[in-house]
């Protein structure tokens, strides 16, 4: 199966300053069909998780436009251009490369 | 709007089964799979398969198989977990969520429910 590795697990972080994760893959996540199937979640305290990007770079709807991934292949990385209160939580990247085998990152949790 | 609506907490002792339901609403149910992942207490998340509610098929993760069973009823829009031979490890928040894939595949879970927890306790 895929291994997803996630740096920093634990980030303290000022409202107002940037903020990145990085998520690194066992292999390239680009799909022969030309997409790279890798995600990115938050899990809010006390919340289910929330999708935020998919497809490594694209913001899901409703997702605020500080929020953005980048990367390809087997290093990406998810941003947060000014932290805010509200982004706290625990980030989560995830892979679906190869039907039906679903794996996620061990978790980045944020706080301030 | 998407919903997901989960049953309620349950307690069970080692050994017993347990079954969890999803409610969808606010789409076609049968167009979309339906993701399980679960999250056992403090750790991360880790998925469980995922079923067709068109035509009921289903895919587990190998770690599971053999002791889950996804099922739906599609005249009430509601997905089922059923995990037997439970475990203490089991202990655990189980979520659904439906994939965004419109009609016939799936890649990704775009919308999650509330989350069940289940606890094994002797």
């Known amino acids: 199966d895929i291994v997803l590795t996630q740096t920093p697990l634990s980030l303290s972080v000022t409202p107002g300053q940037p903020a990145s994760i990085s998520c690194k893959s066992s292999q390239s996540l680009l799909h022969s069909d030309g997409k790279t199937y890798l995600y990115w979640y938050l899990q809010k305290p006390g919340q289910p998780p929330q999708l935020l990007i998919y497809e490594a770079s694209n913001r899901f709807s409703g997702v605020p436009d500080r929020f953005s991934g980048s990367g390809s292949r087997t290093d990406f990385t998810l941003k947060i251009s000014r932290v805010e209160a509200e982004d706290v939580g625990v980030y989560y990247c995830m892979q679906s490369l190869q039907l039906p085998r679903f794996t996620f990152g061990p978790g980045t949790k944020v706080d301030i | 709007q998407v919903q997901l609506v989960q049953s309620g907490a349950e307690v069970k002792q080692p050994g017993a089964s347990v079954k969890v339901s999803c409610k969808a609403s606010g789409y076609t149910f049968t167009n979309y799979y339906m993701h399980w992942v679960r999250q056992a207490p403090g750790q991360g998340l880790e998925w469980m398969g995922i079923?067709?509610?068109?035509?009921?098929?289903?895919?587990?993760t190998q770690k599971f198989e053999g002791r889950v069973t996804m099922t739906r009823d599609t005249s009430t829009n509601t997905v089922y977990l059923q995990l037997s031979s439970l475990r203490f490890e089991d202990t655990a928040v189980y979520y659904c969520a439906r994939d965004f894939v419109f009609g016939g595949g799936y890649r990704w879970p775009a919308y999650w429910g509330q989350g069940t927890l289940v606890t094994v306790s002797s």
């Open positions: 079923i067709n509610p068109s035509g009921g098929g289903s895919s587990y």
